[in-house]
C-alpha cells in the first residue's frame, strides 16, 4: 500500500486542512477524505481505497473532531511528517495509526477511542 493519510472533518475549507493537506502533498502522501457517511466502514477498508465509495446516509452520532489516520508510512517517513507539522503549527489533537490491531475498527470507534486515550492523557498529567 502507498502512504496515505485519511482525513475526517479536515477539509481544503479549514485553515488546519489547507495546511495539513499542503505537507502530505510535499512528502508525496497520497490524502483521501473521509466523509461521515463513511463511518461505518472499518479504518482498512478506507485505507485500501483509492477514493470515496460509500454510499450510506449520515449518521446522526458523527464525531465533530477532526482526525487524522496514517497509513503504510515508515517510521523515518512518520517522524519527518509529525516534525513538519510542529513546525508549520499545524496540530492535530487526534490522530493514529493503522495498525494489525486497529485496521478493523469501524472508522467512528477508532476516533472515539484516540480519543478517549488523548483526554485520559491530557487529565492524568
Not at 479504518?43 to 446522526?60: E, F, H, I, S, Y
Not at 469501524?106 to 492524568?124: G, P, Q, T, Y
Request: net charge neutral.
Amino acid at each position: 500500500m502507498r502512504p496515505k493519510a485519511l482525513l475526517y472533518r479536515l477539509g481544503e475549507d479549514t485553515e488546519t486542512g489547507r495546511a495539513l493537506r499542503a505537507g502530505l502533498r510535499a512528502q508525496q502522501i497520497l490524502t483521501l477524505t473521509v466523509e461521515a457517511n463513511q463511518l461505518g466502514e472499518t479504518a482498512g477498508r478506507l485505507a485500501a481505497a483509492n477514493a470515496a465509495g460509500v454510499d450510506a446516509p449520515t449518521p446522526p452520532d458523527a464525531p465533530e473532531t477532526a482526525f487524522l489516520l496514517l497509513c503504510a508510512l515508515g517510521d523515518r517517513q512518520l517522524d519527518r511528517l509529525l516534525a513538519a507539522m510542529r513546525r508549520a503549527g499545524v496540530s492535530v489533537p487526534y490522530k493514529a495509526v493503522l495498525t494489525e490491531h486497529n485496521r478493523e475498527w469501524r472508522f467512528r470507534d477508532l476516533i472515539a477511542e484516540v480519543a478517549r486515550e488523548h483526554e485520559f492523557l491530557k487529565n492524568s498529567q
